[in-house]
Every structure is written in structure tokens, then in C-alpha cells.
């Protein structure tokens, strides 16, 4: 069965607008990345990850940061911007948008979510190298997360998204 896609004001806004909840951190600002939140993002094997999320639906995974993360999604989502340069923001608003635009599809949110990290992972790296810069596995996952984190809390505030992705809120309400 084939949902009609819901009515998303702001899955079809810039990603500067889609986190206009974060008070003072935007994508597109100019502020200094900040060195303490970028020292404490862990190291992370990326391929090791890919192999738990293997079989997993996206979408579950949004769930689960929906549920888990919760009232403190602005919170975590504020930090992960603050712990990147002003370049690579610039490349993660692009990426941002374009997965928002991604959002629209059903079935964007029922694939395998080691694929969606493999292809954000790999988008990154490679609209960052265009910039002449170069990134780890550390900023490569963290903006994995600063996409799912932004779905997440989208789903948080849209009744419509939560529905047309399959995505409950908790487990008796969508």
C-alpha cells in the first residue's frame, strides 16, 4: 500500500530552517567549531557499525533516537553541529537538504540503515574532499547522526512524518 506523501512544512524548508528549534546553532552560522564538543566524539570503526545496523530498517533507527534521546534531541543535536568547522557545516547543510528531500520517498525510510550511513558516509567524504579538505570516521559518523538526530526530532513535532515513515513515537502511539 502506497501512502501519499504527507504535507511536511519543514521536511521542504533549507536545513537552516529545519533547525530553527536550536537556539543559537544553525547550520549556516558562522560560529567557531567548538574544540571541547569535538575532543569527546568517541572513535568509531564504521565498517563494525555498518555490520549492527545491517538488517535494520532506517526508519527503526529514528525510532529509536525518537524514544531514547527524547526531550534532549535539541540538546544533542546542538553539540553535534558545534563540533564541526564552519566547512564542514557548509557541506552537512547540503547533505541535510538533500536527505530531506530523500524523506519524501516510503521507501527511503524502510532501507537498510548500514546502507544509509554507507551512502552518508561516503556523500560526506566526498563533497568535502571537492572543498580540499579531508575528514575521519569520527566526523563522517557524526554527521551520519546529525541527519537521524534531525529526522528524529522532525518526527518528534509531526504526527504526518511519524505515519507516512512507520515511525512510533512510543510503543502504543504514532
Not at 29 to 49: F, G, S, T, Y
Not at 73 to 89: G, K, M, Y
Not at 92 to 97: I, K, T
Amino acid at each position: 500500500m502506497n501512502k501519499s506523501i504527507p504535507k511536511l512544512s519543514a521536511c521542504a524548508k533549507p536545513a537552516s530552517q529545519n533547525l530553527h528549534t536550536l537556539p543559537a546553532v544553525s547550520l549556516s552560522q558562522q560560529i567557531k567549531m567548538n574544540p571541547e564538543i569535538r575532543a569527546q566524539i568517541r572513535e568509531v570503526d564504521l565498517n563494525q557499525l555498518q555490520e549492527q545496523f545491517k538488517g535494520a530498517e532506517y526508519r527503526k533507527l529514528v525510532q529509536q533516537h525518537l524514544r531514547k534521546v527524547g526531550p534532549l534531541l535539541e540538546l544533542a543535536l546542538s553539540a553535534a553541529v558545534e563540533a564541526l568547522t564552519v566547512e564542514e557545516r557548509k557541506v552537512a547543510e547540503g547533505l541535510l537538504d538533500e536527505y530531506n528531500h530523500r524523506g519524501y520517498q516510503q521507501d527511503f525510510w524502510r532501507r537498510d540503515c548500514a546502507n544509509i550511513l554507507k551512502d552518508i558516509c561516503n556523500e560526506f567524504e566526498q563533497a568535502i574532499s571537492h572543498a580540499g579538505l579531508t575528514t575521519d570516521e569520527r566526523i563522517k559518523f557524526n554527521i551520519f547522526q546529525i541527519i537521524t538526530m534531525n529526522f528524529a526530532l522532525q518526527a518528534r513535532d509531526q504526527k504526518g512524518l511519524r505515519e507516512f515513515a512507520g515511525i512510533r513515537k512510543n510503543w502504543l502511539f504514532r
